[in-house]
């Protein structure tokens, strides 16, 4: 089989993100990715639905989470191993070939709720690998200094794939039912693979390039040698703790690809480090850093009192408040208009001063924003809160984003965005039941400002935290 190398990018020839052609096909190719992802579990849920009961259809709804949550720390650990480009474009491969299998199998028969179920545990279980790869391919196509700009980018994409891949799994059902939905969701996908594969890797940095203090004071390179001890550099140099200098060299000579080494070089006797003991050393790894350790804590406070009011609290408050179904829809438009705002902004701008002092503080009021939303007194009072709500959850979410993608080594990226991704997907969603079922207790105020409070604290960590609160973005 030929294999076609593609050429690293170099930092000499960083453009800004919106302008450069390179990242704007990785842009092209997560935005395809995720439009078929919304069509994807909208064409799931009716299919579910009409197969069998209500109970049976949530079931299906809720399996695939089960692989995701538990294989996700594993699937940081492959994307470090392989490189994120071969693990995304091998998982949107996979995914799109069952997506397509299945949409074959519903227009030749009717399988039933098992075939549905299965496909629900591949994607969850595909997925796994494939979120904390997405989280590391971004190192991959740009510089630090574009790399906040990227996240906005990122951001704005997610919000045009849940406003268009709503209808769009609608428009596919109604054409052709479940079947058509599911085959558009797979063609959809299929868009992602040649962009990815057409995207070229740019070098990473070695141990100690591009590492740029926070504040001006250098707590972060000092940090950063100081989790060497922890299997930072020393590892890395070793080859046998993380693997990333055979990541690197492979990144150089194949866009990206892991490739074999050179004929010339010297045989490597350190045996390569197992994945158990990778996973052990990206963990060590954030728990010793003074940046991502507290950085994660506040992202897993702000999901764990954010989802629960969203998903489920604000369902029961426009049932309570008489608003119907029209009525929280506005609500969840004004929500999602306040979150594009957000990441426009990050993405036209590039970069917002003292990142770290400004997250803080949009946690904060938009803690107060979220406790104010169930005591809104008309339907267009909630409207104009959620919007607030949406720019500074959207705002404080785009900047820990995007610190957390500047402060990581890109060798490490996928462990951390595993663990990232585990709070999300695998905690956050728990506190949805826990919503409702409070809310049938003490109302819908109380749990919303107690969920206020729970985000709250992850704006009080930041303040504590004085090199998360030193924190910038790289310029």
């Known amino acids: 089989m030929t294999v076609t190398l593609i050429p690293p990018v170099h930092a000499a020839a960083d453009k800004p993100a919106h302008r450069d052609s390179n990242v704007l096909r990785w842009l092209g190719a997560y935005t395809a990715s995720m439009v078929g992802d919304n069509v994807y579990y909208l064409a799931l849920s009716w299919a579910a639905v009409q197969a069998g009961t209500p109970s049976q259809a949530g079931l299906v709804m809720a399996v695939s989470a089960v692989p995701r949550a538990l294989l996700m720390l594993g699937g940081g650990v492959v994307a470090d191993r392989f490189g994120p480009r071969r693990v995304v474009i091998g998982s949107d491969a996979v995914r799109c070939a069952a997506v397509l299998a299945v949409a074959a199998l519903l227009f030749a028969a009717s399988p039933g709720l098992w075939l549905l179920a299965l496909l629900a545990v591949l994607f969850g279980t595909v997925d796994a690998v494939f979120m904390p790869a997405v989280g590391a391919l971004p190192a991959r196509v740009t510089g630090r200094d574009q790399l906040a700009r990227v996240q906005g980018m990122r951001g704005l994409a997610i919000r045009f794939a849940n406003v268009v891949g709503a209808p769009l799994g609608g428009l596919g059902v109604a054409l052709g039912g479940a079947a058509a939905a599911f085959g558009l969701a797979g063609l959809l996908i ?93 963990l060590r790894y954030i728990r010793g850093h003074r940046v991502l350790a507290p950085l994660l804590v506040a992202i897993a406070l702000g999901d764990l009192g954010f989802v629960g009011p969203l998903n489920v609290g604000l369902t029961l408050l426009a049932e309570q408040r008489g608003w119907g179904a029209s009525g929280m829809g506005w609500v969840l438009s004004g929500f999602g208009t306040g979150a594009g705002v957000a990441a426009l902004l990050l993405t036209v701008r590039g970069r917002l001063p003292h990142a770290g002092r400004l997250a803080a503080v949009a946690i904060l009021a938009g803690s107060v924003a979220i406790g104010a939303l169930a005591y809104a007194p008309s339907l267009a009072a909630a409207v104009g809160t959620a919007l607030l709500v949406g720019l500074l959850a959207g705002l404080s979410g785009a900047l820990c984003g995007a610190l957390l993608q500047t402060q990581a080594e890109p060798a490490y990226l996928g462990r951390v965005s595993s663990v990232a991704g585990i709070v999300s997907l695998g905690f956050a969603p728990l506190s949805m039941p826990l919503s409702a079922a409070a809310i049938g207790w003490w109302g819908t105020g109380p749990v919303f400002v107690t969920s206020a409070a729970v985000c709250g604290l992850g704006g009080v960590v930041v303040l504590c935290s004085g090199p998360l609160r030193r924190a910038q973005l790289p310029r």
Do not use: C, H
């Open 190 to 282: 299929a868009v992602s693979v040649p962009l990815l594969i057409s995207v070229r890797m740019r070098d990473l940095p070695t141990d100690g390039e591009g590492d740029l203090p926070s504040d001006g004071e250098g707590d972060l390179p000092t940090d950063r040698q100081g989790d060497g001890k922890a299997g930072g550099a020393a590892d890395r140099e070793a080859d046998g703790k993380a693997g990333a200098a055979a990541d690197r060299e492979a990144d150089r000579k194949a866009g990206g690809e892991a490739g074999p080494r050179s004929m010339g070089a010297a045989p490597d006797t350190a045996p390569r480090a197992t994945p158990w003991q990778d996973l052990r050393d990206g």
